[in-house]
Structure formats: C-alpha cells, structure tokens
C-alpha cells in the first residue's frame, strides 16, 4: 500500500500533497510511463508547465493511472505553469486552455505565472519548443513586452472555477520566481490572494526572508531545484559544474549517516519540515520511493541549522545569465 504524503492547505481551501514528482527535463517519449509510475508508487502531486512541452505525455500517464482504478481524478494535484510569452489576457486565456486540454483531465489544481516578466507573444502555431527565452534556433532573446502583472492575474482570477465562474477550469492560482516588492504589490489588488509561491530553493540559496514573507500572508510555497547544482549540471550551466555538489557536503553525508537515510532524503525533509512543497524527479524507482519517504524521520533543529548554513546566496535558474540579460532577481 503506497504511503500517505502530508498536505498543505491552500488559501483556496484545497490540499496539495508536499512531496510531488517533478516533469521538468523528463523526455516527451518517456513521460507518460514515467507519470504513471509515479503513481503506482504513491505521488498524488505532479508538477509540470507550459515550457515543459511534455504535458500531453503526462496527462496520458495520469489518463492511465485513472482508467486502471490506481487513483481517481479527485485524488490528484496536477500543476502548471503559464509561460512569458503569453501574459497579456487574451494569450494567457488561449495558453491555459490548450495546456488544460493537453493534460486531458478536466481541470487544473494549480496553475502559476511561471516568472514576472512579460516577453514578446509569439503565435502558438510558429513554436512550441523551445519556448524558454530565446527564438526557436536559440540565437537571440525575445524582447520583452509591456504588459502589467496586475493583467495577467486578473486573467488567471477569471480562470478559477467558483459558484460565481462555473466555467473556470482552474482551481488554485500563485506565482513563480516572484520577489518580495512584487509580492507585496499583487496582495494590494489580488481579488484572488496567491496559494503557492514556487522559488528555487537549496540550502546553497535559502532565501528565509522571502519564505517569511510567504508563509505570513498565508502563500504556500514549494522548493524546486531542492539538490542545488544537481538539476543544472547537465544543461551546460558552468556555475553548477564548478559548485561543490550538496550530497558531497560534510554536513549532508554526516546527518545522512546518522539517521541511516540517502542525503537526497535528508535535503527534502529540510524542507517539507520547515513546510515547504518540494518536486524532485528521479529516474531511478528507488530513489522516487526514498523522495517520497523523506517526511519519515525529523531532523533536529540544530541539523536543520546546519544545512541551512551552506547559504551562499547561489542562483542557478537565473535569466540575468542570457545574451541579453533579464534581472528579474536583481
């Protein structure tokens, strides 16, 4: 019998399960074997978006998981992500809907403005990969476009299903990679208060005021990236490469030894036990039971201490680093 994950309760009212499988980076032709057996191994949380471009591909893996009575559609968190290029109200509208259709469930738990800066909106028909920030051959960066936060939250409000709004096909809404000032602005207007802020978040960027801040006005947050340079390494990223990686860490290894788990498992439970969701991926099927096992054992508060002094304020996911630089964390 799969083990029960923990749930955080949403501003929404909804729980969402705090260890969900990641899709970034899993390949479109394994994605829907990869989803389902996530799901026979317990993950209720998966996590995807737009510019993932394998979102069909895990629907048809959850699709298979439904149709074999392992879960039902109620029991399932499904995130995603609206992209850059598609801030402005009219393409926002068209991006969520085609992402809800290519999930082929019904509706979205979640859905997240993936980063506060509007690019360019390039036509759905001229590219579906790569979206990132660049044009399709990757030689320039997609200007950016004048189009307010305030506009794109007002969108994703209209999308969310309520007595009121029957159609809506969304049930939470938030934010991603969204910094305290802006945070604080969207509160000042949100018809709809944000449920989850999603940041990069390892103990080598810990961020503790912007979690504070968070958690204060009720916004759950999820961790991505949680094992630091691991996820970059094999993009090319030269800051990843050069890092000491976290499970090498004395710190890590040494409270890993001691409670006789993996320092993966010791990495997430630093965070699912300070309440934040976490998103690993794995292709191993071991270490997707250890990541789902990671709230079964407690650090101590001086552990958690411990790990969170590796603090250097290091950023991996960070558009500063284009051709042409966007500073959205300056």
């Keep these: 019998?799969?083990?029960?994950?923990?749930?955080?309760?949403?501003?929404?009212?909804?729980?969402?399960?705090?260890?969900?499988?990641?899709?970034?980076k899993v390949p479109n032709e394994t994605c829907a074997d990869q989803v389902y057996n996530a799901i026979k191994l317990g993950y209720r949380h998966i996590?995807?978006?737009?510019?993932?471009?394998?979102?069909?591909?895990?629907?048809?893996?959850?699709?298979?998981?439904?149709?074999?009575?392992?879960?039902?559609?109620?029991?399932?968190?499904?995130?995603s992500k609206l992209w850059n290029n598609y801030h402005?109200?009219?393409?926002?509208?068209?991006?969520?809907?085609?992402?809800n259709e290519a999930w082929g469930?019904?509706?979205?738990?979640?859905?997240?403005?993936?980063?506060?800066?509007?690019?360019?909106?390039?036509?759905?028909d001229k590219i579906r990969f790569p979206c990132f920030w660049s044009d399709k051959e990757q030689t320039k960066v997609t200007p950016l476009a004048k189009v307010p936060i305030s506009e794109t939250w007002k969108a994703l409000e209209d999308m969310v299903q309520t007595k009121e709004n029957p159609n809506g096909f969304i049930r939470s809404i938030g934010v991603s990679n969204f910094q305290p000032q802006l945070i604080y602005d969207l509160l000042s207007y949100a018809k709809i208060p944000p449920s989850v802020l999603q940041i990069e978040h390892h103990p080598?960027?810990?961020?503790?005021?912007?979690?504070?801040?968070?958690?204060?006005?009720?916004?759950?947050?999820?961790?991505?990236?949680t094992f630091g340079p691991q996820s970059f390494i094999e993009l090319g990223n030269d800051t990843a490469k050069k890092v000491k990686p976290l499970f090498e860490?004395?710190?890590?290894?040494?409270?890993?030894?001691?409670?006789?788990?993996?320092?993966?498992?010791?990495?997430?439970?630093?965070?699912?036990?300070?309440?934040?969701?976490?998103?690993?991926?794995?292709?191993?099927?071991?270490?997707?039971?250890?990541?789902?096992?990671?709230?079964?054992f407690d650090l101590s508060d001086d552990?958690?201490?411990?790990?969170?002094?590796?603090?250097?304020?290091?950023?991996?996911?960070d558009p500063a680093t284009l051709g042409r630089p966007i500073r959205i964390f300056g």
């Design 47 to 79: 996590d995807g978006a737009w510019d993932y471009t394998n979102s069909a591909e895990a629907g048809k893996g959850v699709r298979r998981a439904i149709e074999e009575g392992i879960v039902k559609r109620e029991d399932l968190f499904i995130t």
């Design 1 to 24: 019998m799969a083990t029960k994950t923990p749930t955080v309760k949403l501003a929404s009212g909804f729980e969402m399960p705090i260890v969900g499988f990641g899709i970034w």
């Design 105 to 124: 469930l019904g509706y979205l738990d979640l859905f997240l403005i993936h980063f506060p800066i509007a690019l360019e909106f390039i036509p759905f």
């Design 88 to 99: 402005a109200r009219e393409h926002a509208f068209e991006m969520a809907k085609l992402e």
């Design 303 to 317: 552990e958690i201490k411990q790990i969170s002094s590796l603090d250097i304020g290091l950023r991996f996911n």
């Design 249 to 296: 860490t004395e710190v890590v290894q040494s409270i890993a030894a001691k409670h006789g788990k993996s320092p993966g498992q010791v990495l997430l439970r630093w965070c699912t036990q300070r309440n934040i969701i976490v998103i690993p991926k794995s292709n191993s099927v071991d270490r997707l039971k250890q990541n789902l096992d990671c709230c079964s």
């Design 204 to 225: 080598y960027l810990t961020q503790p005021g912007l979690i504070a801040l968070a958690q204060e006005n009720n916004i759950a947050v999820t961790g991505y990236s």
